[in-house]
C-alpha cells in the first residue's frame, strides 16, 4: 500500500508563492510518474502538473509558466513551486501517484494513490 503525505500550502495574497511537497515514506516515488491536482467546490478535479519517472514534466495551460513541479530523490519527495498565484487558484490541492502505466497524466482516473490533500486559498 502506498501512503503519499503532503505537507504545504496555508493562506497567501495575491500574487504571492507557496510550495506543496508530497512524500511516500517506504515507497520510492522516484520510479513513478506523480501528478498535482486540484479542486475547487463545485469543480472537478483538475489535472495540474506531471512529472514522469524519466523526469520529464508537464503542465496545465491554467498554471503554465506559473507552477513548477519537480522532485528530489534523495529526499523522495516531489515539490509544486506556486509562484504568482491569482485567486482563482484557491483549491484543495492533491497528488497521485500510479503504480501501472499512464496515459493521460490530466484524468484523476488514472491515479490509485492520493494524498490527503491540502488547502490552498489565495486572497485578492
Known amino acids: 500500500q502506498v501512503q503519499l503525505v503532503q505537507s504545504g500550502g496555508g493562506l497567501v495574497q495575491f500574487g504571492g508563492s507557496l510550495r506543496l511537497s508530497c512524500g511516500a515514506p517506504g515507497f520510492t516515488l522516484d520510479y513513478y510518474t506523480v501528478v498535482w491536482f486540484r479542486q475547487a467546490p463545485g469543480k472537478e478535479r483538475e489535472g495540474l502538473s506531471c512529472?514522469?519517472?524519466?523526469?520529464?514534466?508537464f503542465y496545465a495551460d491554467s498554471v503554465k509558466g506559473r507552477f513548477t513541479i519537480s522532485r528530489d530523490n534523495t529526499k523522495n519527495m516531489v515539490y509544486l513551486q506556486m509562484n504568482s498565484l491569482k485567486p482563482e487558484d484557491t483549491a484543495v490541492y492533491y497528488c497521485a501517484t500510479a503504480l501501472g502505466g499512464i496515459y493521460y497524466w490530466w484524468r484523476p482516473s488514472e491515479f490509485d494513490y492520493w494524498g490527503q490533500g491540502t488547502q490552498v486559498t489565495v486572497s485578492s
Open positions: 512529472i514522469s519517472n524519466s523526469d520529464s514534466t
